[in-house]
């Protein structure tokens, strides 16, 4: 049976929020374990939701199985301006100074 899209974003959500520490985030085996989701699709909807914003990258970590660093997953820190809030890039900045 399929999940609504939308349900697997949220599961994900969820569980980054539930295993990230300040010293360490969650890689992508431990989010989909957590979600109950197989990896692919766990690996598919977090690369749409990086490329979105909704997550990223906070920093890579060696682990045993795998010859290069893997991908840890946080929640986007939320820049000081509304401008950042709203993911603009300063674009509503350049329009008020160009009057």
């Known amino acids: 049976m ?3 899209a939308g349900e697997i974003s949220k599961a994900l959500l969820q569980a980054v929020q ?6 360490r985030a ?23 939701m990086t ?8 920093r890579k970590r ?3 199985w795998c010859r290069r660093p893997v991908a840890e997953y946080g929640l986007p820190v939320v820049g000081q ?4 809030a709203l993911g603009d890039g ?6 008020r100074a160009w009057g």
């Open 26 to 48: 969650p890689i992508l085996k431990e989010l989909a374990a957590h979600a109950n989701l197989p990896e692919g699709v766990a690996l598919q909807t977090l690369k749409n």
């Open 81 to 84: 301006g509304a401008n950042d």
């Open 51 to 58: 490329r979105y914003g909704r997550v990223c990258v906070a």
């Open 2 to 4: 399929m999940r609504p």
């Open 18 to 23: 539930a295993l990230a520490t300040p010293e």
């Open 90 to 95: 300063g674009f509503a900045a350049l329009m």
């Open 62 to 64: 060696r682990v045993p």
